[in-house]
């Protein structure tokens, strides 16, 4: 007799996939089974209406069934649990996973604390608008990775139409995205921010240290002075030089890419206002009470996780697009690419057993209407199957003719609708398959509350998809070995292969 967790796929195996239009034909329910629209009322930081329309993907009745008997032989519920409680969800670094805690939900003496850091960081941001540390123009985010793509997302997503600072991210160790940066930036008025939760990062610490040179090389008395560190490790930010008053400490228990939360939101409470930082926290939370009330398929972010799932391992897709019909999600897909393939692109199981199937499909995608005249070709017409989500907003984010947002919309959705009707034409150049599956998200508008959801579902998904691989998203040694080589190769020690060594000579590295 098999284990439920192998019962479960074998039954997932069986299910004969019948093609969507004929999915749609069968049941004429089908949208109102597979859609769900989520309301929250957040009082004063606003509201967020999002609609989650995942009918054009090829879950059945009888699929959803068995993923939900999948969940339970994974323990869906229990590990669900664990991620709220402080439960040590990231067992190869033997860590509990706060980041839910920095928006309100986990265990309340992390709530308690991350408050009080919300608080000190409100009080600084406050005092910098105020004018303390003098006239603030720019800052500098200076981080990499997880340090970097959600400020930058955020803070380009909500400042379309004005910052109380102008931000520049920064994080690749190529010193000209560094230069780039001076050159937009007036370093009389210039804040830094060091973004790093180990505060050891090779590429943050090389470009903070370039970055107070140029203060100092331009005139500014006190570098140091103009520095504020956000980290979870403040005793290294303060021998490295940072006064104290200006460290905004996070709790080593929140992972890089869910970081967005703590202190590394800084950039975007400085830019946007505590207001819409507190929108952001907000929305997110909202999210982690739906995630963790609902069960089964009426879980959004789980019925997204199942969609996934059955793509990447009963339809052997290896990669999974993400389409925002918006501007101010342009860095959506970026964002996305860490916390999805960083999370889950594994090959142990949480006992350290090889996974049984693929695990993270490669996550890739831009923005729309661009992109139809990119990449659509393939999505259309190519022999690579590759499910898509749309993500829109009803509410355009522009001032101009409603005739531009109005040609956005009906653009996201024709493409939706093309994909899984095709059309057949006698020349096989000019045919379209069909049958290809996309999910839509329609949120009301886009403001602070609603990217904190947005991003906070994704959040959930990934985690929901790590829990029916039986995987540890927590963690990342994956990305250490390439580390230890660049040093070795800087050091020029150890042996290396031949290729490596004849590139390190033409490179001038040998
Ligand atoms: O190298 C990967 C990584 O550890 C990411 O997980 C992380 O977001 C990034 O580097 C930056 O790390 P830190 O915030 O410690 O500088």
């Known amino acids: 007799m098999s284990d439920p967790i ?4 074998d039954r997932l195996a069986a299910i004969r996939p019948s093609a969507l239009a004929d999915l749609f034909e069968a049941d004429p329910a089908r949208v109102e089974k597979l859609s769900r629209r989520l309301e929250f009322g957040l009082g004063e930081l606003g509201d967020v209406g999002m609609l989650f329309d995942w009918s054009k993907t090829h879950l059945t009745d009888d699929a959803l069934s068995a993923f939900e008997d999948l969940a339970a032989a994974c323990d869906f519920a229990e590990r669900r649990e664990a991620l709220f409680t402080g439960g040590i969800v990231n067992p190869t ?3 509990a996973a706060n980041h839910g805690a920095m928006r309100g939900s986990g265990p309340e003496a992390e709530v308690e604390e991350a408050a009080a850091l919300l608080a000190r960081m409100g009080m600084l941001v406050g005092a910098i608008h105020e004018g303390a540390l003098g006239e603030v123009r720019h ?16 803070v380009d997503a909500l400042t379309r139409d004005g910052a109380r600072v102008d931000v520049h991210v920064v ?3 190529d010193g000209l995205a560094l230069e780039q940066a001076f050159a937009a930036c007036d370093p009389a008025s210039t804040l830094i921010a060091v973004a790093s939760k180990t505060f050891t990062t090779i590429e943050t610490m090389t470009n903070a240290a370039s970055a107070l040179k140029w203060l100092d090389e331009n005139g500014v008395a006190d570098p140091y002075g103009r520095v504020v560190a956000l980290t979870a490790n403040p005793d290294r930010a303060v021998e490295w030089g940072v006064d104290e008053t200006r460290v905004l400490p996070f709790p080593e228990s929140v992972g890089g890419r869910y970081s967005l939360w703590s202190s590394i939101g ?30 089964g398929r009426e879980n959004v972010p789980l019925l997204a996780a199942f969609a996934d799932q059955y793509y990447a391992r009963l339809r052997g897709c290896q990669t999974r697009a993400v389409f925002a019909y918006d501007e101010r999600l342009a860095l959506l897909p970026d964002y996305l690419q860490q916390l999805e393939m960083e999370s889950n692109g594994k090959r142990v199981t949480v006992e350290g057993k090889p996974v049984a199937g693929p695990t993270a499909p490669v996550t890739w995608g831009g923005v729309g209407t661009d992109a139809q005249h990119a990449v659509f070709q393939l999505l ?11 993500i829109a907003s009803i509410a355009p984010g522009d001032m101009l003719d409603p005739a531009h947002h109005r040609a956005l919309l009906m653009n996201c959705l024709a493409q939706g609708a093309a994909l899984m009707a095709g059309s057949g034409n006698e020349d096989p150049a000019r045919a379209y398959p069909g049958d290809r599956p996309s999910a839509m998200i329609l949120v009301d508008d886009i403001d602070a509350a609603t990217l904190g959801a947005l991003i906070a579902f ?6 929901a998809n790590a829990v029916l691989m039986r995987i540890n998203p927590f963690d990342q040694f994956g990305v250490e070995l390439g580390k230890a080589i660049a040093k070795r190769i800087g050091a020029g020690e150890g042996e290396f292969d031949p290729s490596t060594r004849a590139l390190m000579q033409a490179a001038g590295l040998g």
């Not at 800052?139 to 955020?154: D, E, Y």
């Not at 409470?269 to 952001?280: I, K, N, S, V």
């Not at 994704?458 to 985690?463: D, N």
Request: hydrophobic share 50%; glycine share 10%; net charge negative.
């Open 6 to 9: 192998s019962a479960a796929w």
């Open 93 to 95: 670094e033997g860590r």
């Open 139 to 154: 800052l500098i985010h200076i981080g990499i990775g997880g340090s970097a793509l959600g400020p930058a997302m955020a």
């Open 171 to 173: 994080s690749n160790i």
């Open 266 to 295: 800084f950039p975007v409470a400085l830019a946007c206002g505590m207001e819409d930082f507190r929108a952001l926290l907000a929305g997110a939370k909202a999210i982690d009470d739906h995630f963790r009330a609902a069960e």
């Open 380 to 390: 259309h017409q190519g022999t690579h199957l590759v499910p898509v989500d749309f």
């Open 458 to 463: 994704h959040e959930h998904r990934t985690f």
